[in-house]
């Protein structure tokens, strides 16, 4: 059976929801809006599966290079980042210091994402945008101190992100990174949403980032110094998840900042990051408007 991938996307401005397929997007917000408004509501109803199977049904009704693609969960109540979260990446510090003992993680607005194909913007405040390939989870079922062994009970689906970082501003203060990694559309999330199956869909993914064609960033989820089972754990601890909550679980070593000279983005580059089984995220680069 062929993996189900449910979008949120937009066609004349309308925000929508459905399933994409070889043929085209088949629309199930217009069959299901009154239930389920948006992808939120569907995932706290435990339906994405029951989404995908009601796809078989109907013909599409959008080609898929006629919608905007928009970020697969609308406006979710938290957008949790782990940093440092691959071996080589610690190793980057070049601090002597040994594997972290606790997850690193700050918060991103919504606003700070675009979906699969909308251009990244280079702020007027920095030249320094670079990229951040991670593979995201999403949360099906609220839960607070959720225990490891029930942790992944909890997971409705998977996306990818580019985590785009504004590599000066995240260094403005001590002890903080939140300035700037939440500037306007300098992420995105998607294309789309693969629902959760089971440990092995996860436990050992390759992780790739391109920028032009060429491979910046390759690694697997099972070298993950804090992996999916503990993240929720440790997350849940001081947090409530909650359906449509947002996860992105840490990146390899190779983003732009890390060569010498940084490789930061420009107009005109295109950024792909692609996981095994789930798809391939796809944005450019424009500069910002005055």
Request: proline share 7%; charged share 25%.
């Amino acid at each position: 059976m062929a993996v189900a991938r449910i979008a949120t996307f937009a066609v004349d401005g309308a925000a929508k929801y459905g399933v994409a397929t070889d043929r085209g997007i088949i629309d199930l917000s217009a069959r299901w809006g009154k239930e389920f408004p948006t992808l939120r509501e569907v995932i706290a109803g435990d339906s994405l599966r029951k989404l995908a199977e009601e796809a078989d049904r109907h013909p599409a009704d959008y080609a898929l290079d006629t919608v905007t693609w928009l970020p697969p969960i609308p406006a979710p109540e938290k957008i949790i980042c782990i940093g440092v979260n691959y071996p080589d990446r610690n190793a980057e510090y070049k601090d002597g210091s040994d594997a972290p003992k606790y997850p690193s993680m700050f918060f991103r607005t919504p606003r700070s994402f675009v979906g699969h194909g909308t251009p990244l913007v280079r702020p007027k405040a920095s030249s320094q945008l670079d990229y951040e390939g991670e593979l995201v989870l999403v949360i099906g079922k609220a839960g607070r101190h959720i225990a490891e062994r029930d942790a992944l009970d909890h997971i409705a689906g998977l996306t990818l992100c580019n985590e785009g970082t504004i590599r000066d501003w995240v260094r403005h203060a001590k002890f903080n990174v939140t300035q700037g990694k939440n500037f306007d559309s300098t992420g995105s999330l998607g294309p789309w949403l693969v629902p959760y199956a089971d440990e092995s869909q996860i436990a050992d993914v390759r992780l790739a980032t391109r920028v032009n064609g060429e491979t910046r960033q390759d690694d697997r989820t099972s070298r993950l110094i804090f992996g999916f089972r503990h993240l929720i754990h440790y997350i849940s601890t001081f947090t409530t998840l909650v359906p449509g909550d947002v996860i992105v679980t840490g990146t390899p070593t190779g983003a732009g900042a890390r060569f010498d000279p940084p490789r930061y983005l420009k107009p005109g580059d295109v950024i792909e990051v692609e996981a095994e089984n789930i798809g391939v995220l796809r944005n450019g680069v424009i500069d910002e408007t005055p």
